[in-house]
C-alpha cells in the first residue's frame, strides 16, 4: 500500500499517483542495490527517495535529471532558478514518458535554499540524492572587468553551492549521494597557483572555514588587482572550481568524522567538455555523455565505500 501524506507548499508541477517503483522501468532491480527503504512494499511517503538536481532546466543538469528519472527509483526533482524555464523543461521531459517533478531553487538566494530544504524535510524526511550542478562561467571574449567576473563567478559557483551544501547535507539520509559538479578546470587552475597555495588546496587538514578565506581573499584581490602577484591564476571559473572541489574533500572528511556509520558518499566530478550554452557547440560530448559520471556518482549502490572524497573524471578518480 502507499500512503500519500499532504504535500508540501512549494510544490508545482506534477506526479503519478503510483508510487515510483512501480512506474519507471528497471526501478524494481535498481532499487534493491540502491537503498534499503525502497524495497519495503508499505511505504510512507517520507520513505520514498528523492533526488535533487541544481540548474536542471538545460545542459547538463538538465540530461541528468533525464537519466536519473530512468534509473532512480524515486522522485527526481528538476529544479531552475526561473520556474518559467523550469516547468518548459519538465514538460519536455514528460512529452518522453518520463516524470520529473519541479521545485523552485535559486543557489544566490538563502530563502530559496531554505523553502527547498523545509520542502524536503516535510515531504520526505531529507534528501538521498543531491547533484550540485548549477554554474555560470562567463565567456571568454566577455569584456566584463576581471574583478567583476570574479565576484559573480564565485557568488554563484562556491559560494552558492557551499550554501546549497550548508542547508541540504544535514538533511541527507543514510546511504546518501551528493554530487557537486566542479571541472577539470579545477585541476589546472589548482596547477597555475603558487605553491603556497597549491599547498593549502592540496591538505588534508584545510578547515572550510579557511577554503572560504581563501576564496573571499580570491575576489579581494582582484580588486585590488594583486591577485596574479598573490599567487592566483587569472581564471575566475577555475579558481571558483578550485573552491567546489576542495570544498568536497572538506565535506567527506567531516561526513567520516561525524557520520561515519550513515555511509553517505560525496564526490567532486568532471562532466567533460560538453556542448551546453556554457560550453558551446564545438565541445565532442553530449549532454548525455556529459551526464554520465556524475549519474554514476549519485547511483553508487548502497554496498560501495567508495569513492568519496574524490574528485572523478570519466567515472575514474583523479589525483588532486
Ligand atoms: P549551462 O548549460 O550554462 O547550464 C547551467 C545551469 O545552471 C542552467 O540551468 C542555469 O540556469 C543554472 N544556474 C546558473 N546559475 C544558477 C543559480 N544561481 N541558481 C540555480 N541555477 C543556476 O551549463 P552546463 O554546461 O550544463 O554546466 C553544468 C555544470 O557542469 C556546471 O557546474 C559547469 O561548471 C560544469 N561543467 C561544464 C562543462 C562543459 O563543458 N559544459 C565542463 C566542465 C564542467 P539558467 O538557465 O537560469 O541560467
Not at 571574449?141 to 576581471?146: R, S
Amino acid at each position: 500500500m502507499y500512503v500519500r501524506l499532504p504535500l508540501g507548499s512549494a510544490v508545482s508541477g506534477g506526479r503519478s499517483s503510483q508510487p515510483p517503483a512501480a512506474r519507471r522501468p528497471g526501478a524494481g532491480t535498481r532499487s534493491q542495490s540502491y537503498c534499503r527503504f525502497s524495497v519495503r512494499s508499505e511505504r510512507t511517503m517520507s520513505s520514498v527517495p528523492v533526488a535533487v538536481v541544481t540548474g536542471s532546466n538545460k545542459g547538463i543538469g538538465f540530461a541528468i535529471v533525464r537519466a536519473m528519472c530512468k534509473q532512480f527509483p524515486g522522485d527526481v526533482y528538476l529544479t531552475a532558478r526561473d520556474p518559467g524555464r523550469g516547468q518548459e523543461a519538465v514538460a519536455k521531459l514528460q512529452e518522453e514518458g518520463l516524470h520529473p517533478l519541479f521545485h523552485q531553487l535559486d543557489i544566490d538566494d538563502l530563502q530559496s535554499i531554505r523553502a527547498l530544504r523545509d520542502f524536503l524535510k516535510e515531504k520526505y524526511g531529507g534528501l538521498n540524492v543531491l547533484v550540485n550542478n548549477a554554474a555560470i562561467a562567463f565567456k571568454v571574449h566577455d569584456q566584463t572587468p576581471f574583478a567583476v567576473q570574479a565576484e559573480v563567478t564565485l557568488k554563484t559557483n562556491f559560494f552558492g553551492t557551499r550554501n546549497i551544501c550548508t542547508e541540504l547535507l544535514p538533511i541527507m539520509k543514510p546511504y546518501g549521494r551528493v554530487v557537486n559538479v566542479s571541472s577539470m578546470a579545477s585541476s589546472s587552475a589548482l596547477g597555475s597557483c603558487s605553491q603556497e597555495l597549491q599547498k593549502k588546496f592540496r591538505s588534508n587538514t584545510i578547515t572550510e572555514e579557511e577554503l572560504v578565506e581563501l576564496m573571499t581573499k580570491f575576489v579581494e584581490d582582484t580588486k585590488k588587482n594583486v591577485h596574479e602577484k598573490e599567487g592566483w591564476p587569472n581564471a575566475a571559473y577555475g579558481v571558483s572550481k578550485i573552491g567546489v572541489t576542495v570544498l568536497s574533500r572538506i565535506q567527506a572528511r567531516m561526513l567520516n568524522e561525524k557520520r561515519k556509520g550513515d555511509h553517505i558518499l560525496l564526490n567532486a566530478c568532471c562532466p567533460g567538455w560538453v556542448r551546453t550554452d556554457m560550453a558551446g557547440p564545438k565541445a565532442p560530448k553530449s549532454p548525455e555523455e556529459g551526464a554520465e559520471t556524475p549519474v554514476y556518482l549519485a547511483l553508487l549502490p548502497s554496498d560501495a565505500d567508495g569513492p568519496h572524497g574524490q574528485f572523478v573524471s570519466e567515472k575514474t578518480v583523479q589525483t588532486w
